[in-house]
Nanobody, 124 residues
Framework: VQLQASGGGLVLPGGSLRLSCADS????????LAWFRQDPGKEREFVAG????????DYADSVKGRFTISRDNARNSVYLQMTNVRIEDMGVYYC??????????????????WGQGTLVTVSS
């Protein structure tokens, strides 16, 4: 599994951004997937997760109602639609894959594969 995250950039407060993460290696259709965010000097934290089928999702309280995680197994891709973006959403976003796809985990060490990160900057 080789995850490639993209879509980061500069966004205005209140604006929208869509992050993408694609697997350029083997298919991850049986994996659960997640997005994490990391600020400088802080630990990586869970943002959103989705199980293998896409039927179950989980969100950090701080992004509920504003962010939507989705996946397209035919394209080996997972997405994070960010709306009504806030200053505190700024950071490096990482996609991650867990081989055990039924449950969505929030812990970093539950994930087997990581993308390289994409930077989201929120500024007016």
């Amino acid at each position: 599994v080789q995850l490639q995250a993209s879509g980061g950039g500069l966004v205005l407060p209140g604006g929208s951004l869509r992050l993408s993460c694609a697997d350029s290696g083997r298919t991850f259709s049986s994996f659960s997937l997640a997005w994490f965010r990391q600020d400088p000097g802080k630990e990586r934290e869970f943002v959103a997760g989705i199980n293998w089928s896409g039927l179950n999702t989980d969100y950090a309280d701080s992004v509920k109602g504003r962010f939507t995680i989705s996946r397209d197994n035919a394209r080996n891709s997972v997405y994070l639609q960010m709306t009504n973006v806030r200053i505190e959403d700024m950071g490096v976003y990482y996609c991650a894959a867990n081989r055990h796809g039924i449950q969505i985990k929030r812990e970093i060490d539950e994930y087997d594969y990581w993308g390289q990160g994409t930077l989201v900057t929120v500024s007016s």
